[in-house]
Each structure stands twice: as structure tokens, then as C-alpha cells.
């Protein structure tokens, strides 16, 4: 009979912030959802995130994708991180690696690590992306007004914006650009891609 694997700390510390995340999302998901006075079906219908997913993500019971998130962020006219928050602002705060907010696409090849605390609404967020060789990630547009600025750091990207031709960055390389049109994220190349991202939003919101 094949021994069973001991559970290490860190599997045990990401499996604890897993579930803790998906409580917070699921709480501030909910109690957004009602400030607007919104029915399941309704935000379904302004996000097109099924009501069902929508109610497993209140319950705790799914951890929603980033691209999920930020569906369902637009079709409450939040910002990504209202969903994620629920911190007492501090004059001073370190975020540690290990205890980040970590969102994974639906395959885990793309991965978003917030750089900043939720403790107010802000205009600007700050992101750490990683993309694995071959990732393609498809980004919904963003409320109106938003927009990235990215620098690559590791890697080489290639960015599509809308219907525009598509950018070619290797390190060193930024971009500025509207980002309430759906664009796209691509590493052509054979290692990790690091990148780093400034969201501005045109006015903070809640």
C-alpha cells in the first residue's frame, strides 16, 4: 500500500488562505450585490456570470477565477479589489509574499498577485503578473476610464489591445493603454513571463 504524503506548512498556509479568500470574496460579493439592490439573476444578466456560479461564489463553495472576478466587478461598477477587501487602513503596511493574494486563471497559468492593501478605496492598484510559457489570457474591458500601465520585468509579452495589432515587449519594455476594451495577454516565449502593472481607475469607486 503506497504511504500517504505528509501535508507540508506551506501547502497547509495556502489551503488556509484559499478558503479565507473565497469567504471574503463570497461576503463582500454579497453585500455589494444588495447595496445596489440586485438579485442574483440581475447581476447574472449585467455580468454574465451564471446566477448559480454567482450563488456558489456568495456561499464560499467556489473560488472564482480572475476573469470571473473582474465580470462580475464590472457588472457591479466596483473596482477588482472592492471584491477582495476588507482591511483597516494603516499608515505603514508590509505585504509579505507569503501571505499575498494570490488569483490564478482557470488553468494556473496565469497568475495575479496584488501589491497593495484593501483598505481604501484608491484609484491606482498595483499588480505583480506571472504568465508560464504559452499562456494566453483574455482580459475583460475594465470600467470606463481605466487604464494599465505594465513594464515587463522577466520574459517577453506580447499585448493586444481591442481589434489593434499586437505589441512585442521584452524587459525593459513598458506600455500605457485604455484598458476599458477587451484585450489580451500572451507569453510567446519558452520561460516564466514577470511583469509588473499600475491600474488607474478614473475615479475611485465603491
Known amino acids: 500500500m503506497k ?3 505528509k501535508v507540508t506548512d506551506t501547502e497547509r498556509v495556502a489551503a488556509s488562505e484559499a478558503l479565507e479568500l473565497k469567504r471574503r470574496v463570497g461576503s463582500n460579493l454579497e453585500l455589494l450585490r444588495r447595496q445596489r439592490g440586485l438579485s442574483l439573476e440581475r447581476l447574472a444578466a449585467q455580468s454574465g456570470v451564471s446566477r448559480a456560479m454567482l ?3 456568495e456561499a464560499g463553495e467556489s473560488a472564482p477565477t480572475i ?3 473582474w465580470k462580475i466587478a464590472r457588472g457591479l461598477g466596483v473596482r477588482f479589489a472592492d471584491l477582495l477587501g476588507d482591511e483597516p487602513e494603516q499608515a505603514v503596511v508590509v505585504l509579505p509574499r507569503s501571505a499575498a493574494k494570490v488569483l490564478r486563471s482557470q488553468d494556473g497559468r496565469f497568475e495575479s498577485r496584488a501589491l497593495f ?3 481604501r478605496e484608491r484609484r491606482a492598484e498595483f499588480y505583480e503578473l506571472r504568465l508560464r510559457a504559452g499562456c494566453v489570457e483574455m482580459a475583460e474591458p475594465h ?5 494599465e500601465n505594465l513594464v515587463v520585468q522577466q520574459g517577453c509579452l506580447a499585448l493586444t489591445i481591442g481589434d489593434r495589432e499586437t505589441i512585442h515587449l521584452l524587459p525593459g519594455d513598458a506600455v500605457y493603454f485604455r484598458a476599458d476594451v477587451p484585450h489580451v495577454y500572451a507569453n510567446p516565449g519558452a520561460e516564466e513571463t514577470l511583469a509588473y502593472l499600475v491600474m488607474t481607475y478614473a475615479s475611485p469607486r465603491l
Open 55 to 57: 450563488g456558489q461564489i
Open 143 to 147: 470600467a470606463e476610464g481605466t487604464y
Open 117 to 119: 492593501p484593501f483598505d
Open 67 to 69: 476573469a470571473v472576478l
Open 3 to 5: 504511504p500517504r504524503s
